[in-house]
């Protein structure tokens, strides 16, 4: 039986039904922005930068804009954080939950048709104005989290705490459809994701963890690991929620703190990974438990299939 989201979201409660059918909008739209951007002369780069010292993609900004104002139509968000714009920046007085969102993940893909995403996080608001330091809450306190992945089909995936369900775009009927009911993670993988060019970086556990994945038959971990590496997350976090597998942007020494960012890239994932039974951590403690301490602080990722990610924290110890 045909279940589209507006039908699976009569299970929420009504702002998060709400919440959640504005960003399934949102995504709608970026996915048909990027799908034409070859079209409408969106490719390529913006000419700006962004806090991340990162050179924003035109289409970077075209989806952070689509984000807003979609999500924003809802009315339940008093404040929303992006990875695009410096600052947070309020919206409406009588929202109850805040929005944090990548609005365009592995961007550096998008002129070259390699599948990119977008990721949100939803938070409680404060019942006064929202400041920066309201969105400084640990993973654990988010209500909702979830991706769109603009690939060979769009899909949605969303988790609100009781499982992880997977939508794919019917663009017949411009409706999300549940395809990937209670997505789970295999406890066990042969496949790891990793930037091996960062290799002369790593710190000792990783090194030995990626040296004993790729040691072959003779090794400690028997027959070999496949590598993967799309330098897009959402890409990746997807196929290990379909197939296993582990993924790991780590600190090193040219990155002290990794790259990836922990309130609109590691904690939405994390909840979404731990929910579908993996596993995440920075190597030092769970991503879910970390108390952010700047909006885009950047946190070490190692995630995925619960039992690898068990491994890499052993070696860490
Ligand atoms: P974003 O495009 O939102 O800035 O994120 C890119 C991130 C992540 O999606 C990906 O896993 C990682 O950067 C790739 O990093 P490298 O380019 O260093 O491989
Ligand atoms: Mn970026
Ligand atoms: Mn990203
Ligand atoms: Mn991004």
Redesign the pocket.
């Given at each position: 039986m045909t279940v589209p989201l507006s039908t699976w979201l009569q299970t929420q409660h009504s702002d998060m039904r709400q919440m959640l059918g504005n960003i399934a909008g949102a995504c709608k739209v970026i996915s048909n922005a990027v799908a034409r951007a070859a079209l409408s002369g969106a490719q390529g780069d913006a000419g700006s930068g962004n806090i991340?010292g990162?050179e924003q993609k035109k289409l970077d900004i075209i989806s952070n804009d689509i984000m807003l104002n979609w999500a924003g139509a809802c009315g339940h968000f008093s404040a929303m954080a992006s990875?695009e714009l410096d600052t947070i920046v309020q919206c409406n007085p009588q929202g109850r939950y805040l929005l944090v969102f990548?609005p365009?993940?592995?961007?550096?893909n998008v002129d070259v048709n390699i599948s990119v995403g977008s990721i949100f996080s939803i938070l409680r608001a404060p019942e006064q104005t929202p400041t920066e330091a309201d969105f400084l809450q640990t993973g654990r306190q988010q209500i909702a989290a979830g991706y769109a992945l603009y690939g060979s089909s769009t899909m949605l995936v969303i988790t609100t705490g009781t499982g992880v369900h997977g939508f794919t775009l019917d663009r017949e009927i411009g409706e999300f459809v549940l395809t990937h009911p209670e997505l789970t993670i295999p406890n066990d993988t042969r496949e790891f994701a990793i930037?091996a060019s960062n290799s002369r970086f790593w710190e000792a556990p990783v090194a030995r963890y990626i040296d004993e994945c790729v040691a072959g038959k003779s090794g400690p971990r028997g027959e070999n690991f496949n590598m993967r590496?799309v330098?897009?997350?959402?890409a990746?976090v997807h196929r290990i929620l379909i197939r296993g597998g582990v993924f790991l942007?780590p600190k090193d020494s040219a990155k002290p703190n990794g790259?990836?960012r922990l309130l609109y890239?590691a904690n939405p994932m994390a909840m979404i990974v731990e929910q579908a039974g993996g596993a995440s951590s920075t190597g030092q403690q769970l991503t879910l438990d970390v108390q952010p301490s700047q909006l885009h602080q950047r946190v070490p990722v190692m995630l995925g299939s619960k039992n690898e990610v068990a491994r890499l924290i052993r070696y860490h110890e």
């Open positions: 991340q990162e990875e990548d365009l993940d592995g961007s550096s930037n590496w330098a897009s997350m959402v990746e942007y790259k990836l890239e």
